[in-house]
C-alpha cells in the first residue's frame, strides 16, 4: 500500500474485512506465512474486541437462536429479562443478531441501559439488531466468543440450536475446568431444557463422564425476576 501523507500504511491490509477468513484459517495445513497472517488477523480482532468493550460495571451476556420473529413466546422473555437486566443495573451483551439476541438487547433499550452486541460475519450477513449501542463485528466465532465470555458476570441462555448449545457448554467447561469464575449459567425457557438436562443426569453422570456436581452449574427458570435474584446472590462484583 503507497505512503499516505508522508505515513508508510502498508500494515492496514492486515486490517481489511474479506470473507471467508476463518474458513481459510480452517482449511488444515497450510504454508508458514499464511498461518501467520492468520495469526497476525486474529490478534488484531482481538485488539479490536479489547478497545471496544472496555465497559464499566457488571455485564451480563444473554446467548439464543436468531430465529424467533417478535412474536414468539421465547422472544417476549428475552426482551423482559433484557429489561429486567438494565433495570438491575447491568449491560446487556450479546450476539449482536436477530431473534432471542434482539430481544435481549431491545429490552436492555427500554431499561435505559447499555446494549452491546457481538456480531459475526456471516456469508448469509447477519446483519446487527437495530437496538444496539455498541456493535463489534467478528469474522472468527472463536474471537467472538472469548469477548461474550471475557466481559460477563453471568449467562442467560435462551433456547437456541448447534450455536447456542456450542456457546453454553464451551462456558461450562470453563468453569468445570476451573479456567473461570464459576458464574452463573441460567436457562430460560424450562420445557426446552428438561430433555438435555434429563440427558445430563440420567446418562452422563452415570457414565462417569461428568460429576453429579456439574449439572449444579445450571439454573432454570422461567420468571425474569429470579433470574435477576439468582444473579445478585450468586456473585459477588468487583
Same mark, same amino acid.
Given at each position: ?10 500494515? *492496514? ?29 486474529? +490478534? *488484531? ?44 443495573? +447491568? ?16 429490552? %436492555? ?13 456471516? /456469508? ?14 467478528? #469474522? ?7 469477548? *461474550?465470555?471475557?466481559?460477563?458476570? %453471568? +449467562?442467560?441462555?435462551? /433456547?437456541?440450536? +448447534? ?8 462456558? %461450562? ?24 438436562? #434429563?440427558?445430563?443426569?440420567?446418562? *452422563? ?16 427458570? #422461567? ?16
Amino acid at each position: 500500500m503507497k505512503n499516505i501523507n508522508g505515513k508508510d500504511r502498508s500494515h *492496514l491490509w492486515l486490517t481489511e474485512r474479506t470473507h471467508d477468513l476463518e474458513k481459510t484459517f480452517l482449511t488444515g495445513r497450510r504454508g508458514r506465512a499464511e498461518d501467520l497472517e492468520s495469526a497476525v488477523r486474529i +490478534f *488484531l480482532e482481538f485488539l479490536r474486541g479489547f478497545e471496544s468493550l472496555d465497559i464499566k460495571g457488571p455485564a451480563v451476556t444473554v446467548f439464543g437462536s436468531a430465529r424467533f420473529g417478535q412474536t414468539h413466546p421465547y422472544y417476549r422473555m428475552a426482551r423482559a429479562v433484557g429489561k429486567k437486566l438494565a433495570l438491575a443495573g +447491568f449491560t446487556v451483551i450479546t450476539g449482536g443478531g436477530p431473534g432471542t439476541m434482539e430481544a435481549a438487547n431491545r429490552g %436492555a433499550k427500554e431499561g435505559n441501559g447499555m446494549s452491546i452486541g457481538c456480531n459475526i460475519v456471516l /456469508p448469509q450477513e447477519q446483519k446487527p439488531n437495530p437496538y444496539l449501542d455498541r456493535v463489534i463485528e467478528f #469474522d472468527h466465532f472463536f474471537v467472538r466468543k472469548v469477548m *461474550l465470555v471475557k466481559y460477563s458476570c %453471568a +449467562f442467560v441462555v435462551l /433456547p437456541g440450536g +448447534f450455536g447456542t448449545l456450542d456457546e453454553v457448554f464451551e462456558t %461450562a467447561v470453563l468453569m468445570q475446568t476451573d479456567k473461570i469464575r464459576e458464574f452463573p449459567i441460567v436457562l430460560m425457557g424450562r420445557s426446552y431444557w428438561d430433555q438435555m438436562q #434429563d440427558f445430563l443426569r440420567e446418562t *452422563l453422570v452415570p457414565e462417569k463422564t461428568i460429576d453429579a456436581d456439574d449439572i449444579d452449574l445450571f439454573r432454570c427458570t #422461567d420468571d425474569p425476576e429470579h433470574v435477576i435474584h439468582i444473579i445478585q446472590t450468586r456473585q459477588t462484583y468487583t
